[in-house]
């Protein structure tokens, strides 16, 4: 029998307790050579998932051994490990239909074995704890590694006396990686102390050592601006540039939209048509145009980019496209899914420029009900490119040197800015002005009725981030959901429902935006917390208790922290072939239609429909032959696109925490520091959790700034008491505060109150809301 063979037996046996490989051969009675030949052979019994070790250096079977190996064994799960900064992790597991669902593990840092954030992990049960507030939770312990989620990572290089060593720029990711010297890594400059660069991961196999890698790229300056944009590319796999074979498809097919190309369309060219989008809009999908018929009825043209009359199926733009799945939209720029050529060329909805678009036409009566629907492939010829702001001076029906007067968008934060108001005559501003009155009356009416039917007013509030010309972000900015962001959301909102509605009445297969009902595990939770915090709510798997829920939340101090605990209960949308609903919407029939240019969801979804029409016999319905595609592609491709969606919804949110660091890090260095109004969003025993109003910037208020008094946690530990003044901070509480200091590594943001006596001095006495 071999050593190794004689180990495994060993671990095996009735009873056995996890041991240092020392005292297993000592208790075998080996020699010095025997643990030295065993110590070679552990590392690949571990790989190979044959034996596991347990607080980091005791080894053990993964099932365990003896009579109690098959009971271990059905304690096995497989999950996903996601990590704490503090080197805790949690594991959460996949659903399973017709289940409930698991309930994640906690993970001590000393029970993680070998793995990183993202892994998919074996975990063994361990006994259940109970916090201090009574609750118990399950834990456990990661076992086996089975497969990994990172091949290569991004960090910040740095030496010492010993070695050099690269931190990661994700804190989840708290061991710092081991790597050779990079003078011997052979590339041009070598990579110094303070680089931001990029890691190839080693097999690592032994928790008591830290992981190794290997430096295969130097991408600038650790925290400047293009060393961290570099990063972001390599962390999520984004590439902003196209393959050649794919930029040369793009560009074949010219700048503008040629006569032959019009050839069978519906042609809206001469109904006024215009377009409104973010001031930093880089493409632009959708369009509306306006017709008021001899009936009094109101014709409302619902226009979307036909990107799929450039991309074709199986083409290198196609395979392209679909790998990417959609644009990400990082802080000042975009990485699109299709080339500059068609996103922001010939496939954008820009002002004055022929363009082919698929269409929806709605006609409405004088008091804003539906009575046609109508499908098309046509071309348009936008009249004006409007701003958000832009379009809302006309809703508050300015004056039209008041119009005027509105700002025009910079080139460098644009892909078209469009002729600025200031130039156009009288004649055309009253066109606009009756074009946005007439969506405007139709919208708002369709917007009553959508809440009425049990939508779920789940709006949160957005934060525009803006950079210079060098690229460092210089200012933030509240983005107004106002009406004139209603009234696009409304007519899009139409468009895809629309067009669902006709595919799943026709029984044609086609990409569903779903989203599926929530948990009542997660609901009953949520009504639980909120109880024990004194605020009484329904049974929230009645639709009708939680839109009574949200329509309390405006007018409480604390609704907007109450408002993220229901959205956390919520599940994340996805893409499926069958027509499951959307509760958030509460639609029965609802599909990704108006975005094809930054979306491969909608491109799918506009081939079908070309499909769809034709077999209706619609006269501007593609005259080749066409195919939709099969169920099993179908299925394959709505998988692809909603794990893409979230690696670009990823990607964009550590765009904007980057940038948001940068911002408060030159504002921490300011002799001067400016004040920021803050709301409290959580109550800990070491200080004040807040979110920041004009940045949604999350940051401590430590214990041990609050200088003014000595304060405790209440009894139910969600307010701060001062013991001599008696001033309270709880959450939903307003307060100003300014920065204190900024941890680019660990991502933090620390904040203390603003001196309030140096406040009087300046701005004199305010009233303060949340401290009471």
Sequence with gaps: MSAEEVLLKFLARPGYKPMRLEAIVQALGGTREDLRRLSKTIPRLIKA?????????????????????????????EGTILFRPSGSARVVFDAVPGSPPREQLHVDADDTHVALHGDRVLVKLNARRRDRDGDDWGTGTVVRVVRRALSQLTGTLGNNRLQWFVVPDDPRVSREIIVRDPARAGLTPAPKPGDKVVVRLDAWERRNLSPTGT??????????????????????????????????EANAFGKVVTKADCAGREDFRATPTITIDPDDAKDFDDALSVQRLPNGNVRVGIHIAD?????????????????RGNSTYLVGTVIPMLPHALSSGLCSLVEAEDRLVKTVVCEFTPDARLVRTEFANSVIRSVKRLTYKQAYGFLRRLTKDQIRALPTPPPHQTGSPGRPLAELTDAELDLIQGMIDDLWNIAKVLRAERFRAGSLDLEMKEIKIYCDQDGWADRTEVVQHDESHQLIEEFMLLANESVATALDKAGVPHVNRVHDDPDPEKLAALREELAGNGFKVGDLTHRSEMVKLLASLKDREDGYSIRIQLLRSLKQACYRPSPDGHFGLAKRHYSHFTSPIRRY?????????DAFIQKQGVRSAPKEPLRSPGLGELTRSCEHISITERNSSEAERDSVKIKLLELFEREAARPDKRPFEATITEVKPHGLMVELNASQAYGLVHMSTLTDDYYRLNDRGNMLVGSRTGRKFMPGGVITVTVDRVDRFKRQVDFRLYDERQNAKTRGPERRKGQR
């Design 49 to 77: 998932g044959a034996v596991v070790t347990v607080k980091g250096h005791l080894l053990a079977l993964p099932f365990g051994g003896g009579a109690g190996a098959r009971k271990a064994e059905a304690e096995l799960l």
């Design 215 to 248: 430096i295969t790229e130097v991408l600038g300056v650790t925290h400047t601006p293009m060393a961290e944009y570099l990063a972001i590319l390599r962390r999520y796999g984004l590439r902003p540039e196209f393959p050649p074979a794919v930029a040369a």
């Design 307 to 323: 990107v799929s009359a450039y991309v074709k199926p199986g083409s290198p733009l196609d395979v392209e496209a679909r790998e």
């Design 601 to 609: 969801s909608d491109l799918l979804e506009h081939r079908i429909f």
